[in-house]
């Protein structure tokens, strides 16, 4: 098992940065991608971004692309969720989560079995 903690929410105005962090303990070596999730109140958990821990391959949905960016420190065995531009639809729990085999650009949360315990991130306008 792998264990996440998250660091770096908190409240920023519109347009405003954040950089979110997540470190990894534990069973790191079974690792092989890591990822960002999102709920906002009343609303599903969805998908943010992930990375593949060898390699570096990144991917992120729709509505965070050209404003997020998932980076990774293997050394640290720590991921990273750099957010700029951020707008009021941004709020909500962010979530680091990891898997053991995930599937090419699997965006589903089945897919990750590791997760940390959420980190609030608040966007005023």
């Known amino acids: 098992q792998v264990q996440l903690v998250e660091s770096g929410g908190g409240l920023v105005q519109a347009g405003g940065s954040l950089r979110l962090s997540c470190a990894a303990s534990g069973r790191t070596f079974t690792t092989y991608a890591m990822g960002w999730f999102r709920q906002a109140p009343g609303k599903e958990r969805e998908f943010v971004a992930a990375i593949t821990w060898n390699g570096g391959r990144a991917y992120h949905a729709d509505s965070v692309k050209g404003r997020f960016t998932i980076s990774k420190d293997n050394a640290k065995n720590t991921v990273y969720l750099q957010m700029d531009s951020l707008k009021p639809e941004d709020t909500a729990v962010y979530y680091c989560?990891?898997?053991?085999?995930?599937?090419?650009?699997?965006?589903?949360?089945?897919?990750?079995?590791?997760w940390g315990q959420g980190t609030q991130v608040t966007v005023s306008s």
């Open positions: 989560a990891a898997s053991t085999s995930l599937p090419y650009n699997s965006r589903r949360m089945e897919d990750f079995g590791s």
